[in-house]
């Protein structure tokens, strides 16, 4: 039976640091898909706009 000594407190903090680092990684993912959606949105509304012809006020 192999005894491995208890996690240190750096064990810890490296997992902490691992767990942000993953976190900021979702947050920067999400961040392109919002701003890819955001263009195709754009995209589409000049589409409409275009064809639609000016609008009078």
Known sequence: MR????P???DGLQ????RK???QAERDQE???LAA???RVKRQLAQ???TQGPRVA
Request: glycine share 4%.
């Open 15 to 18: 997992m902490q640091d691992f």
């Open 3 to 6: 005894l491995d000594p208890p």
């Open 48 to 50: 409409r706009q275009g």
């Open 31 to 33: 961040s392109k898909k």
């Open 8 to 10: 240190s407190s750096r």
């Open 37 to 39: 959606l955001i263009e």
């Open 21 to 23: 680092q993953c976190k």
